[in-house]
Every structure is written in structure tokens, then in C-alpha cells.
């Protein structure tokens, strides 16, 4: 199929989905046939958890892009005075620092009126799929999801030619700044850059350290650290309290998120080499075995949550531990919002319980690890009307001061640049307390050691947000036989669906 007939259609569906006029799994299997990667959406299911901005760390510091940068934006700028750029963004830490109080800095100092669209993912995905489809240049900039790397990597201008116009090019940007595992598992399609690291949610270990002192519990630095003391919890404190939760709503994309944690953390992949799915396998069984014991330690609750429900239920009390997205870390030091502030720790994620895999033992690029992540890049659009004013917005947008009071405004998230975590206004926010950054030593080791990334191919949109999650859901809910019945069956159905490309 050309590639404009396959855009074309691509766009239409996206825009059907999202008007109502097609139910989810018609648009996943659509989408998958269409090359579109998209997992990572939950399509409409969710918004990713807890975003916010830290009024506290705002009063404390002065935060405000530095002299040198708004100099460089006034001088460079002034050609494109009265230009207005456009970006449609999911509601996401840097979009929403930027859209709410610094994006007021850049166009002072250039002259260029930035309009930032906050909108659900598959909203994003409809306005992108339409942009690209029309070629009109409607936005300037795109958010891609990395999930749609591969579909949108031609219709993006790689960051690493656009540096070549050293007239343009802010002083000091540093791409190689950004952190390596998150250019090569987000940003990086085949050879091509598509646009650099912008956002990384991430699991990690957070856990009710005053608990596990209280029972003289191991920190869980183990898989069996975690369900030891998840057990010992809940038999101490039960049933006012629970050792661990999860994310384990039926058919929902954030209960694979959890069970791809579990697979790589007893040794298994999604995929083989062989392009075969092998989550049944030995190690698969293990893991569901290991998942069996510790949703026993789970709130009653946990097989209707996705990620809010589980933030919820460790922020009031109700749990005592999560393997899951680091961006709750500072909900939960929030003594506004949740009931543990200051009582939280977070960890790297649990050492698995067998080697990892290799990408050589994987198939379609899984990279397997505890620390499962979903990021996502900022690019400029080629049919842009404006790609030299979308360029310099773009640098400034993820320049490391930038990303400093991102980090800082926007609730504490993880940059996605090496410097920034070791900047004096990010570390003077570690301490207890709304936007904390306390916990970000730890989301910077996971990155480095523990990330482990979904696989890459057509069919992922349906397989992870649909027959994957649906499958499991039945499994706990007793509607499928045991776990080994269930994930053959789910196996033929996985082989059969990649096998139709």
C-alpha cells in the first residue's frame, strides 16, 4: 500500500474512533493492519496518573528560564515576531509546566505565540493522523508516543540535521545530553531520529518504609524480598491493609503493563527470536505462578484499577507497596493529596528472579526489564509552515534549564536529560513534601540498569490493549482454566494475528 493511501486511512479510523463511530477493538485491529504501533495508548481508557503542579516549589525558588537562554530566544527570534506555533499534547508533566507557567517566558522573549492543546492520547493521535494525512502543516510540532515512532518517522524532521543550521542552534543544547536508553528505546526508528526524548514514566519500587521498619522487614530488593513482606503485611495488618497492590483491570493496557514486569522479572519474553509469542513457556509460568501468590497480598479492589486506582489505594493507606510509574512518588509525598506523606521510599525495581533475556533472544526489539517504561519524543513537523520558529520553541522546550523547571513545576517527573538530575534547583527540591524529587536518584539507576521496553510491531495495538489483557482478565477471574491452559490458548491466538501481518 502507498504510503499516502496508507496514512490516509489510517487518519480516517483515528478520526471515526475518537467520534464514536467505532468501538475500540475495531479501531486496534485497523490500526494494527495500518503499521500503527499503538500500545502505549490505552485508547481512551485512562489518563496517565497524577499530574500536577507544585504551587510549594514554585513560592520557594525562583524558577524562570536563566538570562543566557531568554537572550539567546530574544536575538534568535526576532525574524519570526508574530508567528504563531501550534502542539497537540497529551496531559503530561513537561506539557502542562510549559502550557501553564513557562511557555509566558518564550513568547516574551521571541515574539512567538505558542498555542498547546492538552488533550486525551487518542485525541493526540486523531489530530496527528489527520495532520500527516492532509500534509496542511495544521500543527508544527508533534508529540509521538514511542509506540508510533515507526509510523510518523517520515513525516518528522530528525533533530540531528536540524542542529546543522548553526544560526538556529541554541548554544550548549548538547543532544548527546539526553539519556542513551531513552534515545535508543523511544526516540531512535531504524537510522532515524524522530524528534528526542521528551517524557519516561517508569516503574519503580515505592514502599511504606515506617511499615517495613515496624515488622523488621527486608527492603524488597528481591522479587522474593517483595512477596515475603507483601504476605507478612497483609497477615499483620489485614484487612485494613494490604502489602502491595496493582493495575489489574480486565482487558485494560495497564494490566500488561504489570504483567510484563512479571514475565521479564522470572527470565521470560513476550517473544522469542523466532517472532513467536512466549509467554507460555517455562518462565511465563513461573511468573504467573509468582503473580498468583502476590495478588493474594493485593486490596480486594485491585481487579477493577488501572494506574489510578492503584496510586489511590497506596496514597490513602489501603496498600503498602507498588511496582509501578515513578510519577506517584510525589502525589504521595503531597500532604494536600495523599495520607503517606513522608512515609513513602522508592527503590530500583526488584532484582529478577531469573537472567534476563536478551534482545537477541527477543523478537521485534523487546528489551526485557523490571523497570517497564512508556515514553514518548517532541519533533517538528515537515509540513510545518513555520519549522524554524517551531525549532527554536522545540530546543528551548527540552533544553536541560528548561527541563530543570519542568522537573521541578511539574511534579517532580523524570527528565529525560543526564544533566538535569544533578541540577542545584532539582536537587534542592529532594526533600518531603508536593513536587518532590526525592526519589529521582532512583528513576535515573532504573533507566540506566533496570528499563524494559514492549516489542515494536503492527499487531501490539491490539495484542497489548486488547487480546493480552482480556486474556489475563479471565484468568483471574476463573473463566479460563489454569494458567498454563490460558496462555496456550492466548499463544495461538498472539501467533495467529502476528501471522497475519
Known amino acids: 500500500m502507498k504510503d499516502s493511501i496508507r496514512k490516509a486511512h489510517l487518519a480516517s479510523v483515528t478520526d471515526r474512533f475518537v467520534r464514536g463511530q467505532m468501538d475500540r477493538r475495531s479501531f486496534l485491529r485497523a490500526a494494527s493492519i495500518l503499521g500503527l504501533g499503538a500500545g502505549a495508548l490505552g485508547m481512551g481508557l485512562g489518563r496517565r496518573p497524577f499530574y500536577g503542579i507544585s504551587q510549594a516549589s514554585a513560592q520557594e525558588q525562583e524558577l524562570k528560564p536563566s538570562a543566557e537562554i531568554t537572550k539567546w530566544l530574544s536575538d534568535v527570534g526576532k525574524p519570526f515576531a508574530g508567528t504563531t506555533l501550534r502542539l497537540a499534547t497529551e496531559s503530561t508533566p513537561p506539557s502542562n509546566a510549559i502550557a501553564t507557567q513557562l511557555k509566558q517566558y518564550f513568547e516574551e522573549a521571541t515574539g512567538i505565540k505558542v498555542e498547546i492543546e492538552v488533550l486525551p492520547l487518542e485525541q493526540v493521535l486523531q489530530k496527528l493522523t489527520l495532520d500527516v494525512a492532509s500534509s496542511l502543516g495544521t500543527y508544527d510540532l508533534y508529540y509521538i508516543d514511542q509506540s508510533w515512532a515507526a509510523s510518523f518517522s517520515q513525516d518528522v524532521f530528525d533533530p540531528r540535521e536540524q542542529l546543522k543550521n548553526t544560526e538556529l542552534a541554541m548554544p550548549n543544547y548538547n543532544i548527546d545530553d539526553f539519556l542513551k536508553p531513552l534515545v535508543d528505546g523511544i526516540a531512535m526508528y531504524k537510522d532515524s531520529m524522530v524528534g528526542v526524548p521528551y517524557d519516561i514514566p517508569i516503574f519503580i519500587t515505592q514502599y511504606r518504609k515506617d511499615v517495613w521498619d515496624e515488622l523488621k522487614l527486608p527492603p524488597p530488593a528481591t522479587l522474593e524480598d517483595l512477596l515475603q513482606a507483601s504476605a507478612a503485611i497483609t497477615d499483620a495488618k489485614g484487612p485494613n491493609m494490604y502489602g502491595t497492590s496493582g493495575q489489574m483491570k480486565s482487558g485494560h493496557y495497564s494490566l500488561e503493563c504489570d504483567w510484563t514486569a512479571w514475565l521479564w522479572g522470572h527470565g521470560g519474553s513476550i517473544f522469542g527470536a523466532d517472532g513467536k509469542f512466549t509467554g507460555n513457556d517455562e518462565a511465563g509460568l513461573a511468573a504467573m505462578a509468582y503473580w498468583d501468590k502476590l495478588k493474594a497480598t493485593m486490596p480486594p479492589g485491585v481487579d477493577g484499577w488501572t494506574w489510578d486506582g492503584e496510586g489511590q489505594s497506596v496514597g490513602q493507606g489501603v496498600a503498602a507497596s507498588m511496582l509501578s510509574w515513578g510519577e506517584f512518588f510525589p502525589f504521595f509525598d503531597d500532604p494536600n493529596a495523599?495520607?503517606?506523606?513522608?512515609?513513602?521510599?522508592?527503590?530500583?525495581?526488584?532484582?529478577?528472579?531469573?537472567?534476563?533475556?536478551?534482545?537477541?533472544?527477543?523478537?521485534?526489539?523487546?528489551i526485557p526489564g523490571v523497570g517497564h517504561q512508556g515514553g514518548s519524543s517532541l519533533a517538528v513537523s515537515?509540513?510545518?509552515?513555520?519549522?524554524?520558529?517551531?525549532?527554536?520553541?522545540?530546543?528551548?522546550?527540552?533544553?536541560?534549564?528548561?527541563?530543570?523547571?519542568?522537573?521541578?513545576?511539574?511534579?517532580?517527573?523524570?527528565?529525560?536529560?543526564?544533566?538535569?538530575?544533578?541540577?542545584?534547583?532539582?536537587?534542592?527540591?529532594?526533600?518531603?513534601?508536593?513536587?518532590?524529587?526525592?526519589?529521582l536518584p532512583v528513576v535515573r539507576d532504573t533507566i540506566a540498569n533496570y528499563m524494559g521496553s514492549e516489542p515494536d510491531l503492527p499487531a501490539w495495538a491490539e495484542l497489548s490493549s486488547d487480546m493480552i489483557p482480556v486474556a489475563l482478565g479471565k484468568y483471574f477471574a476463573g473463566q479460563s482454566g489454569s494458567a498454563k491452559e490460558s496462555l496456550d490458548a492466548l499463544k495461538t491466538q498472539v501467533d495467529d494475528l502476528v501471522a497475519k501481518g
Open 382 to 439: 515537515k509540513y510545518s509552515k513555520n519549522p524554524d520558529a517551531a525549532w527554536i520553541f522545540m530546543q528551548w522546550a527540552t533544553s536541560a534549564d528548561t527541563q530543570a523547571l519542568i522537573t521541578v513545576l511539574g511534579g517532580g517527573t523524570g527528565p529525560t536529560r543526564t544533566s538535569v538530575y544533578d541540577d542545584p534547583r532539582v536537587l534542592a527540591n529532594a526533600r518531603v513534601g508536593a513536587g518532590t524529587t526525592r526519589h
Open 338 to 366: 495523599s495520607k503517606v506523606s513522608g512515609l513513602m521510599e522508592a527503590m530500583v525495581p526488584p532484582k529478577p528472579a531469573a537472567t534476563l533475556r536478551t534482545v537477541e533472544q527477543t523478537g521485534f526489539g523487546e
